[in-house]
């Protein structure tokens, strides 16, 4: 049996010399394990409680912050909307402003053109008529140095073409026919002359004027038969060597 450490009386407990400190001291390690079990438990659900204060903070600051983010790329995506639209009319009003430029240059390019052309071809038709002109007055001032030089008017040096024309179909139709005849052909001008001088011999009653149907003097009806003879050469000539370059041609 151990050695009693205490005593319990009535009202009080006695205990052996050294035994209350044991006491007081397995007391003080009883209650300073007690004390650390209830910081621990107190430190536990603190904690707990603090982790889950903590989510729900951080969830509602991802929230938050999202919603915000969400307000600024609304906001940025409406800007950029409202820029892309500003961009593109302002491109379409460009492009529009350097079509009609074009269009204009194009316009005054293709004026321009049409009135060059359109003056060409009036410069030629101006230089085309004037070398008719020239070409009839050309014709007439031979035809007016023939009639100083034979003395003879107009209307006989048009007689004298007409007779030069009636001889070249005569001698054409005689070279197409080529018949032997004894007597050689007559060339243009001789056949000429000797057709206006029957004219003049002869004059028909259809179509001669008075002056015409008068008999003439001898001498004077020599002179006229030379003078057309000359003028019925020269006129055939001419026109021989007009005619020429075209029949070669």
Known sequence: MGVVRLQIGRTKVFFRPGVLGFVEDKWAAMQ?????????WRMWT???SYLSQRAAALRVQSL?????QRRLYA????????????QSKWRGHHAQVRYQAMRESAVRLQLAWRRHCFAVRVERRVQE????????????????????????????????????VSARAVLSQQAQEKTDSQQPDLTTAELASRLLLAQHQHPTAEGATPHQQAPLPQHQQHTTAAATTGLADSVAALLSADATPTEAS
Request: hydrophobic share 45%; proline share 0%.
């Open 64 to 68: 938050w912050r999202m919603r915000c």
């Open 75 to 86: 906001d940025l995506l409406q800007k950029t909307h409202a820029a892309t639209i500003i």
């Open 46 to 48: 603190l904690r707990c």
């Open 129 to 164: 008529r004037l070398r008719i002109e020239r070409l009839k007055k050309l014709e007439q001032d031979k035809f007016e140095s023939l009639r100083q030089q034979y003395g003879c008017d107009l209307d006989e040096v048009r007689a004298a073409l007409a007779t030069w």
């Open 32 to 40: 300073a394990a007690a004390l650390t079990l209830q910081a621990g």
